[in-house]
């Protein structure tokens, strides 16, 4: 079974810094999906970024980009010039058809962006 | 509308009744998720439907739990007398398939609470 785990319960970040997210994972499988969700206190899920595990580039949407090591299994998150609209929940995600089509989560890290 | 809806938003219930939730998925996505959010379990998979064909149900805690799907659209979760730890926040999500490159789009969730 395919886990996946945030270390960071909460962090915290001046706006318009740059703060890392952590995750990592654990499955025996070659070809899957990683992803981050951002849930705002509206509780909508929000995809912020994906990654193919086949692809060797880091995947980035303009503020956000990824550290993607498969060998460490590890897939961080990358936030720059923070956002008070950044202020969530963040979940890291994984997927594979081996997992049944379901997404695995990790407990989620709460993220507070300071003025 | 444009996205995944659910229905009620929030439910009250004393311990022992019956509960409906309701999830309508985004016009022409065939596959369709349901997880709950929970406190203490953090995030996990329910059970998932491709048309009207749920091929996992391992994720459903118990036999109370049960699901269905009509028309390729609109589901329903019902939980049957129910206890205070089925409180949690229940999310639907929606997809064009099963492949991992087919983003779950998320409804804001309906939060039950039992009492």
């Known amino acids: 079974a395919q886990t996946v785990t945030q270390s960071q319960p909460e962090m915290s970040v001046q706006e318009a810094e740059t703060v890392t997210l952590s995750c990592t994972y654990d499955?025996?499988?070659?070809?899957?999906?990683l992803f981050w969700y951002k849930q705002p206190p509206s509780r909508q899920m929000i995809l912020v970024i994906r990654?193919?595990?086949?692809?060797?580039q880091n995947a980035t949407e303009n503020r956000f980009s990824v550290n993607f090591q498969k060998a460490a299994k590890s897939f961080s998150l990358k936030i720059s010039d923070s956002q008070l609209g950044d202020t969530a929940m963040y979940f890291c995600?994984?997927?594979?058809?081996?997992?049944?089509?379901?997404?695995?989560f990790g407990k989620g890290t709460l993220l507070t962006v300071n003025p | 509308g444009a996205g995944v809806s659910q229905s009620p938003s929030n439910k009250v219930t004393e311990k022992g009744k019956d509960v409906e939730l309701r999830c309508d998925p985004i016009s022409g996505h065939t596959a369709l998720y349901w997880y709950r959010q929970s406190l203490g379990q953090g995030l996990e998979f329910l059970i998932y439907?491709?048309?009207?064909?749920?091929?996992?149900k391992s994720g459903l805690p118990s036999d109370r739990f049960s699901a269905e799907r009509t028309g390729g659209s609109v589901s329903t979760l019902t939980i049957q007398r129910t206890q205070q730890e089925d409180s949690a926040v229940y999310l639907c999500?929606?997809?064009?398939?099963?492949?991992?490159?087919?983003?779950?789009?998320f409804g804001p969730g309906t939060r039950l609470t039992v009492l």
């Open positions: 439907f491709q048309g009207n064909s749920a091929p996992d």
């Open positions: 995600a994984f997927y594979s058809g081996g997992s049944n089509y379901k997404l695995t």
């Open positions: 990654q193919e595990a086949y692809k060797q």
């Open positions: 999500a929606s997809s064009l398939g099963t492949s991992g490159g087919n983003e779950q789009f």
């Open positions: 499955t025996s499988e070659s070809n899957y999906y």
